[in-house]
């Protein structure tokens, strides 16, 4: 009922990552929570794909069991068609905090760590590709700094050149702009967008801002919260477009489903 | 502004309408320098060692004067008998002689301690009835003073180093263990996943995330380990001294108290003093400044 623009996709090749009726489940001290319930997407090669949903939705979650932290209790996950079994180099990860960079390395070391602890690379290979990546976000002139020594948006630049030079087949982004102030936060959306014309990475995106979503996006998964469930998938093109045919903005389109129960509560708006 | 205030007369009172302005702003290379040399004093006065040292030559200074005041050098000798009893002490190779003979003996026990802090800690980061094995044993023996085992150990072990390592090993393995589980347990999720993100588990895990990001309260741990078994090692020397004829520090200070040489006991503990504080800031100074300052993990 609302991918109904999905007609002009070509016959679609194999995903790259496949999540099919995927229930997470996790205990509390007092609770078993169910984070989400028979949630199902496709990610393929070179997508940006968004997780997008109010807090309490399970994004984080979901996002967590695709990097091998946690087993699903229902359904499976699939990348490149080997089922996820646990964390491994070939999703990287890049999270909200800043403390995910080693303080005790600078930010080549840092980079070079990832490569050398995944046995990827090693000695001035890893050298190399480490800089190569740290040029990438425009860090070289830092590369030989400690990471208390960079601002907030640095550190996550290093955190981004970390994962993007392990060059894994997907990247896994949880909220990564979260913490930064909102200038800064547009101008990695910027970079990050301009990295992946650069090399058309694969990336899984959680966020709960429906801006950020429809920018860095190029396909977005709407979950609804208490437990996640999926409510929809859509496209963007990045610039927030009106649909001609409805006349409102892919944005208020996006706060319009995810908010939909609370104007139905009141008005009972029949479905269609 | 206070009569416009007063004549709106009304509750809401509104900010005066202001013209809007923009200009050029000076490049920053245009803008001399902003910043001016300290004086030589405020340098001098920036220098730790400068201000201790004058600390610690005004408490010689009191030292000294008291001590002639009082006049009895069998209580309190004077600071300059003192360092006299000390530079005979050195001249005589007694003082260095003793002074290897306890740091070797230290180290013994350090080493041994550190060893088995190791392997408790890693059983109890790997293993959960490992955990249970630490808490239980710290929480019993870290509060039992290292000196109250000495007359078991002595009857165990009989009157030689064994013993007295023996004591030193308990001094050293509560403490170090303590500090370093609780560093480990502290250290954030995000960075053990971030390990295990790039495939470390097991003890890859522990030597390149744990360790590391636990390393303040590691450091922390070896320094109180240090302490520990330096106050341990003088007070078994004390109790008894002598290992196959030839005795440490206390045993130094224990002798001379016999004999009545109190410039010399004083000197002995002078000695003792001396070597903690060039541990202190030789040793576990410059590893901090290394390691856990270098990082920004402690200011």
Same mark, same amino acid.
């Given at each position: %009922?609302? #991918?109904?623009?999905?007609? @002009?996709?070509?016959?679609?090749?194999?995903?790259?990552?496949?999540?099919?009726?995927?229930? *997470?489940?996790?205990?509390? #001290?007092?609770?078993?929570?169910?984070?989400?319930?028979?949630?199902?997407?496709?990610?393929?090669?070179?997508?940006?794909?968004?997780?997008?949903?109010?807090?309490?939705?399970?994004?984080?979650?979901?996002?967590?069991? &695709?990097g091998g932290y946690?087993?699903?209790?229902? =359904?499976?996950?699939?990348?490149?068609?080997?089922?996820?079994?646990g964390p491994g180099a070939?999703r990287?990860f890049?999270?909200? !905090?800043?403390?995910?960079?080693?303080?005790?390395?600078?930010?080549?070391?840092?980079?070079?760590?990832?490569?050398?602890?995944?046995?990827? %690379?090693?000695?001035?290979?890893?050298?190399?590709?480490?800089?190569?990546?740290?040029?990438?976000?425009?860090?070289?002139?830092?590369?030989? @700094?400690?990471?208390?020594?960079?601002?907030?948006?640095?550190?996550?630049?290093?955190?981004?050149?970390?994962?993007?030079? %392990?060059?894994?087949?997907?990247?896994?982004?949880?909220?990564?702009?979260?913490?930064?102030?909102?200038?800064?936060?547009?101008?990695?959306?910027?970079?990050?967008?301009?990295?992946?014309?650069?090399?058309?990475?694969?990336?899984?995106?959680?966020?709960?801002?429906?801006?950020?979503?429809?920018?860095?996006?190029?396909?977005?998964?709407?979950?609804?919260?208490?437990?996640?469930?999926?409510?929809?998938? *859509?496209?963007?093109?990045?610039?927030?477009?009106?649909?001609?045919?409805?006349?409102?903005?892919?944005?208020?389109?996006?706060?319009? /489903?995810?908010?939909?129960?609370?104007?139905?509560?009141?008005?009972?708006?029949?479905? =269609? | 502004?206070?009569?416009?205030?007063?004549?709106?007369?009304?509750?809401?009172?509104?900010?005066?309408?202001?013209?809007?302005?923009?200009?050029?702003? &000076?490049?920053?290379?245009?803008?001399?320098? &902003?910043?001016?040399?300290?004086?030589?004093?405020?340098?001098?006065?920036?220098?730790?060692?400068?201000?201790?040292?004058?600390?610690?030559?005004?408490?010689?200074?009191?030292?000294? +004067?008291?001590?002639?005041?009082?006049?009895?050098?069998?209580?309190?000798?004077?600071?300059?008998?003192?360092?006299?009893?000390?530079?005979?002490?050195?001249?005589? #190779?007694? +003082?260095?002689?003793? &002074?290897?003979?306890?740091?070797?003996?230290?180290?013994?026990?350090?080493?041994? =301690?550190?060893?088995?802090?190791? +392997?408790?800690?890693?059983?109890?980061?790997?293993?959960?009835?490992?955990?249970?094995?630490?808490?239980?044993?710290? @929480?019993?023996?870290?509060?039992?003073?290292?000196?109250?085992?000495?007359?078991?150990?002595?009857?165990?072990?009989?009157? $030689?180093? /064994?013993?007295?390592?023996?004591?030193?090993?308990?001094?050293?393995?509560?403490?170090?263990?303590?500090?370093?589980?609780?560093?480990?347990? @502290?250290?954030?999720?995000?960075?053990?996943m971030?390990g295990r993100n790039y495939g *470390?588990k097991?003890?890859?895990?522990?030597?390149?995330?744990?360790?590391?990001?636990?390393?303040?309260?590691?450091?922390? $741990?070896?320094?109180?380990?240090?302490?520990?078994?330096?106050?341990?090692?003088?007070?078994?020397?004390?109790?008894?001294?002598?290992?196959?004829?030839?005795?440490?520090?206390?045993?130094? +200070?224990?002798?001379?108290?016999?004999?009545?040489?109190?410039?010399?006991?004083?000197?002995?503990?002078?000695?003792?003093?001396?070597?903690? *504080?060039?541990?202190?800031?030789?040793?576990?100074?410059?590893? !901090?400044?290394?390691?856990?300052?270098?990082?920004?993990?402690?200011?």
């Open positions: %009922m609302l #991918a109904d623009n999905n007609m @002009s996709a070509e016959p679609n090749p194999t995903p790259l990552l496949q999540v099919d009726g995927v229930t *997470l489940q996790y205990k509390t #001290a007092k609770h078993l929570v169910t984070a989400t319930y028979r949630v199902s997407f496709d990610v393929h090669q070179a997508d940006r794909f968004v997780l997008l949903g109010p807090s309490g939705c399970g994004k984080s979650t979901l996002l967590k069991a &695709v946690m087993a699903p209790t229902e =359904g499976s996950m699939r990348l490149k068609g080997a089922p996820i079994l070939d990287v890049v999270f909200q !905090e800043f403390d995910q960079l080693l303080p005790w390395k600078t930010v080549k070391h840092n980079v070079m760590f990832a490569l050398e602890a995944s046995r990827k %690379m090693r000695g001035k290979a890893a050298e190399t590709q480490a800089m190569r990546y740290i040029e990438k976000v425009n860090l070289g002139k830092f590369a030989d @700094s400690y990471p208390h020594t960079l601002s907030g948006g640095m550190k996550q630049r290093v955190a981004i050149a970390r994962a993007l030079a %392990m060059e894994p087949d997907v990247l896994l982004m949880d909220e990564p702009f979260a913490a930064l102030d909102a200038l800064t936060r547009r101008k990695m959306q910027d970079e990050l967008l301009a990295l992946w014309a650069d090399t058309h990475f694969t990336v899984l995106f959680v966020t709960h801002s429906i801006p950020e979503a429809v920018l860095v996006g190029n396909r977005i998964l709407l979950l609804s919260p208490h437990p996640g469930q999926v409510k929809g998938e *859509l496209n963007s093109s990045g610039d927030d477009p009106v649909d001609p045919a409805t006349g409102i903005k892919l944005s208020d389109r996006i706060h319009e /489903i995810l908010f939909a129960d609370r104007v139905e509560e009141q008005e009972t708006v029949p479905h =269609g | 502004m206070a009569s416009m205030r007063e004549g709106a007369g009304s509750a809401f009172a509104l900010p005066p309408t202001r013209t809007e302005y923009l200009r050029e702003v &000076v490049a920053g290379q245009d803008i001399g320098v &902003v910043q001016a040399p300290l004086t030589p004093w405020q340098r001098l006065a920036n220098q730790g060692w400068l201000r201790k040292g004058l600390l610690l030559v005004a408490i010689a200074a009191a030292w000294e +004067i008291y001590a002639r005041r009082l006049n009895n050098p069998l209580l309190v000798p004077t600071f300059s008998s003192t360092l006299a009893a000390f530079a005979d002490g050195f001249r005589g #190779a007694e +003082i260095p002689e003793k &002074v290897l003979n306890s740091v070797a003996l230290l180290l013994k026990g350090y080493a041994a =301690g550190l060893v088995l802090a190791t +392997i408790f800690t890693s059983l109890a980061m790997m293993t959960r009835l490992g955990n249970d094995l630490l808490e239980t044993l710290t @929480s019993a023996f870290n509060p039992l003073p290292a000196i109250a085992l000495l007359p078991l150990a002595l009857i165990w072990f009989g009157l $030689g180093d /064994i013993s007295i390592v023996f004591v030193l090993v308990h001094s050293v393995l509560w403490a170090v263990a303590l500090n370093a589980h609780s560093g480990f347990r @502290s250290v954030s999720n995000t960075l053990r971030v *470390l097991g003890p890859r895990l522990i030597f390149k995330i744990l360790i590391p990001a636990a390393f303040p309260a590691i450091l922390t $741990g070896l320094k109180i380990g240090w302490a520990f078994a330096w106050r341990t090692l003088i007070a078994a020397e004390l109790v008894f001294g002598v290992s196959s004829g030839r005795g440490g520090l206390g045993w130094y +200070i224990y002798e001379h108290k016999n004999m009545l040489d109190i410039p010399a006991v004083f000197a002995g503990l002078f000695t003792v003093i001396l070597i903690g *504080l060039l541990v202190e800031n030789l040793v576990f100074r410059n590893i !901090e400044a290394a390691t856990v300052r270098k990082w920004g993990m402690q200011s």
